[in-house]
């Protein structure tokens, strides 16, 4: 019964600070008398302390409430609360003058100074009131950690009461942020970056909390810093919930490797997706999984998946969860299931995301590689002209590019056959980029767990070089090609800088706090080359966004293709008829 009593409630809590603030105010008003008239007040002006009170005292409930202040959590009584409190007293004392002095008959005898006096003495107790347990918080609660906060926004603020209510165990010491240097935020003094070392040091700082993104080189040198000045941790606010603690994770990887396209035009991509019936082979991979959630998002009328692994395909499918949604459980190597679906739905879009990528085992794989790369594009490719598909967009690869394996040839293949064939009223495009971080097959999830077991972390080559791109920032650019396609062109995607693989691992290691971790360099694998290539020559053009660029086409006459396909399948040798079918392809 009493548990249920004290249980608090906002009505409990409203009638609990009305209840505060009339006490208090009862309180000011007698001070001020007191004080008027040196502590003995003449009988004569006790009716017109009563007289204030009962024409002030609502006045300022009702301001008080006016400006939301009983609904103001206690221990989340901020800065910001503190001037609407100064703005509520004001508006109420005003309204008091102007009763007064409309009606001064009423209250004579009475001195004007207490107006004053207790207009400030009202603000300073009532605010104190409000404000004691946030105080009372900071001095008593026993935080594991002296933290600064990256950033001075409102995930800072609600990070901040977060760590005065102990949902988080987190001293907040200062805010960095360049814009707002020299400022108060939340009561919390905000420096620039350049006193970053100096703050670490006065306060002796073990966490940084990160509020906003910044961009690869800031983190970087951020993470550098903090490194050398034993900071042990660096978090990120990952997800912000109404009425929750905010969630913190790690820096991650991902997040010093991120590309953050500034170009990215999402407002043309929606309106060539919406009330779209899309169509995507290898739904079930990382890349066609990521385009399903974009295209779902984007407003796809429809969305058809196409996968040949049941768990992959049942994975998207009960995470999207959608009656926009159909899955099909099939190899783009079955024609006749694949000409089926694609006649029967009518799509308007299809992108073509099932390819074998692992280059190891494609060069273990060679005629497996081969059918499920070339044979499954070009079915995809034909059925998409055979049933007047609207746009059909290829996913390519830098591997093909120059190609050393089989798997970069095959998709080379795949690229000209996409340029080359009659694509009557279909739009026919590729679109090649390079690893995205995180998907399968991919060296972040490898280098992740060997440091999960100790070690040790091993790169094929200590010059080898690669592009990195998120995978959702990936899509939504494939997607933005798809959108300014014509058809016929190959995009690429722009990449950044490339990244060395030793230098990724070494920066895993270092995020992941571990320095008992070596790296190995076990020599490059079959197929595989020091640096991927994007680009191969000058006349290569940029479109309207800096971040998609066009491959100038390649021509082959379309029924030799075909023929040389139908060669490439039947032959013993398949390295050296690829060769004859790309000139550029030097095997390794």
Known sequence: MLK????????KRIAFFIFGDVCISLFTIYISFLLRFNFHIPDNYLPAMWKMATILLPAKVVFLLYFHLYFTIWKFFGFVEYKKLIYAHLVAYLLFAIVFLTFQSYFLPFPRS?????????FVLIGFFRGSKRFLNEKSQNYDKKAIIYGANEKASTLIKSAISSDIR???????????????????????????????????????????????EELDRLIEKCD??????????????????????????????????????????????????VL???AGGSIGSELARQCLKFGAKKLLLIDHSEFNLYSIGEELNSDRVKLYMFSVLNKEML???????????????????????????????????????????????????????????????RPTNVMGATKRVCELYAGNVDSKSTDIVAVRFGNVLGSSGSVIPKFKKQIEDGGPVTVTHPDI???????????????????????????????????????????MVELSGRKDIDIEFTGLRPGEKLYEELLINDSDKKTKYSSIMIVKKTKYDIKKLNNDIQELLACENKIKKLQEIIPEFSHK
């Not at 970056?193 to 509020?211: H, M, S």
């Not at 739905?345 to 060679?366: G, S, T």
């Not at 190959?490 to 070494?506: E, N, Q, S, T, Y």
């Open 280 to 282: 995507i082979t290898g």
């Open 339 to 401: 000409e089926k679906t694609i006649s029967t739905c009518r799509a308007d879009i299809v992108i073509h995301a099932a390819a074998y990528k692992h280059v190891p085992l494609v060069e273990e794989n060679v005629e497996e590689g081969i059918r499920n790369n070339i044979i499954g594009t070009k079915n995809v490719i034909d059925m998409s002209i055979k049933y007047g598909v609207k746009k059909c967009i290829l996913i390519s690869t830098d591997k093909a590019v």
């Open 228 to 277: 050398i000045l034993g900071v042990k941790e660096i978090k990120k606010i990952q997800l912000l919930e109404e009425n929750s603690a905010p969630t913190l994770e790690n820096i991650s990887v991902e997040d010093l490797l991120a590309r953050r396209p500034k170009d990215l035009d999402k407002t043309l991509i929606q309106e060539s997706i919406k009330d779209k019936i």
């Open 170 to 216: 987190y001293f907040i010491e200062a805010i960095i942020d360049k814009k707002y240097a020299g400022n108060y935020f939340s009561n919390i003094r905000v420096y620039h970056v350049d006193d970053f070392e100096k703050l670490v040091k006065r306060y002796r700082i073990t966490a940084i909390l990160l509020t906003e993104t910044l961009q690869r």
């Open 114 to 122: 207490v107006i004053g006096i207790d207009l400030f003495l009202s």
């Open 465 to 507: 070089i690669r592009y990195f791109m998120l995978i959702p920032e990936a899509c939504e650019l494939v997607l933005q090609t798809g959108a300014i396609a014509k058809g016929g062109e190959i995009f690429i995607l722009d990449m950044g800088k490339p990244i060395k693989i030793v230098d990724l691992a070494k920066k």
């Open 4 to 11: 249920t009593l004290f249980r608090p409630t906002n009505t």
